[in-house]
Structures are given as structure tokens and as C-alpha cells.
């Protein structure tokens, strides 16, 4: 998930190359409300929303961005799991992503889904996968531009590796963790209420769990 770094050797020279390639972020996993705004009309970055709210995207979305749907675009329409390499392969390459792309993701409820969404990348190998620092939230809150016209960029030709099944963890590695048969550590990431039993799921949301409460041995951090 690194940026190739390239040094200028004059303003000059860093300008022109500004216009054909992605500039340097400050991190390897983020990039700040300021450098996507420098970056927008950047053809090596892609910006995609993958946000929770239906129709936050089409009210208004970080100019040229690109919408990905959680529950329909990144998972399988049939089993319960991520999108195939294949579906992964062809939604990426319509949204313009090449192999040589800087890809930020953001989105609404602090960058919830957009940052699932950056995990499936890793799951299928993509490089060079960003999240923008406060998402929305932060972009909206600095009155940075918004647009509600959908842009359709040039395909793209990124290719999809298969998935790396290293970075996911399985009913029988939980259970194992539950019952103490292993060494690793469960960790909760749902509101306090949640991780009591309090409630099924945030308010608004509709959960599909028909039971409350977390899994023995996990620790909440919200």
C-alpha cells in the first residue's frame, strides 16, 4: 500500500509530473481532506464512497467520486461473503482503477464501510489503497466541494489477485479463540450496548442477528 516516492529535480519538472502522477501522501493508509483536494483532477487517483445511508452519495459526493454499494457491489449476491475475484475484478476496472492508480476510499458514520471496503482491496491484492482522514464528516464539516453529477471514468485495467485467505478469520478460528484452543485475541467493535445485549444494532440499523450480546473472550473497543 505504498506510493512510489520520485524526487523533482526542479519545481518545474515536480509540477509536470504532478499532472500525470499521484503525489506523495503523508501516510501509508491515509490521506488528508487537503491532499485529495490538491489531487482531484489527478487522472492516477480514484476516489470511491462507499458510505451506509442510501442516497448520501447522490445527494452529494466528493467531486468525481465513484459509488460502491456495500450490500450489493462488494459482496456476493448469493453467499454470504465478499464479492468473487472475478465481480471484484470487473466493478474495479469500471471505475476506472488501474494497476498503476492511487484508490481513496471514504464515507459516511466515520468511514465505517468504506474502511471494510479497503479491506476487501487488501484481500484481493490491490495496491495503493487509501482512506481519507474523517471521511465525509470531516469533508463536509471544512465546506470542501461536493457535486451530485455522476462522472462514468474511462475503464480501467487493474488486475485482481486471488484472494489472500490469510487475511480472514473463520467460524473455526473464532470458535477456537472462543474456547480458549488458541492464542489470539477477539476484538469487539460495536457501540458498548452492543457488545452488553443491550441492543441488537445501532439505531437505524437493521441487524440480521437473531441473538444479542458478543462472542465469550472478546474485548470491546468501540
Not at 190 to 201: H, P, Y
Amino acid at each position: 500500500m505504498k506510493l512510489k516516492a520520485w524526487i523533482g529535480a526542479s519545481v518545474l519538472v515536480v509540477g509536470a509530473l504532478l499532472q500525470a502522477s499521484p503525489a506523495i501522501a503523508a501516510s501509508d493508509v491515509l490521506v488528508t481532506t487537503d491532499w485529495l483536494e490538491k489531487n482531484l483532477n489527478n487522472p492516477k487517483v480514484r476516489v470511491i464512497e462507499v458510505s451506509v445511508v442510501p442516497g448520501v452519495y447522490e445527494r452529494g459526493h466528493v467531486p468525481g467520486a465513484v459509488n460502491f454499494i456495500w450490500h450489493t457491489d462488494l459482496v456476493d449476491p448469493v453467499r454470504r461473503d465478499i464479492a468473487t475475484q472475478e465481480n471484484f475484478q470487473k466493478l474495479l476496472r469500471k471505475a476506472g482503477i488501474s494497476s498503476d492508480t492511487t484508490t481513496v476510499l471514504y464515507g459516511d458514520s466515520n468511514n465505517w464501510f468504506a474502511a471494510w471496503g479497503a479491506w476487501v482491496f487488501d484481500v484481493y491484492g490491490v495496491a495503493n489503497v487509501k482512506l481519507l482522514d474523517g471521511g465525509r464528516v470531516k469533508w463536509e464539516a471544512e465546506k470542501r466541494p461536493l457535486e451530485n453529477r455522476v462522472k462514468v471514468p474511462a475503464a480501467g485495467n487493474v488486475v485482481v489477485k486471488a484472494a489472500n485467505q490469510e487475511l480472514r478469520a473463520f467460524l473455526p478460528d473464532v470458535v477456537a479463540a472462543a474456547e480458549k484452543r488458541s492464542d489470539v485475541q477477539l476484538v469487539d467493535i460495536r457501540s458498548a450496548d452492543e457488545f452488553n445485549g443491550k441492543v441488537f444494532a445501532p439505531q437505524g440499523v437493521q441487524e440480521l442477528s437473531v441473538r444479542a450480546g458478543h462472542v465469550p473472550g472478546a474485548v470491546n473497543v468501540p
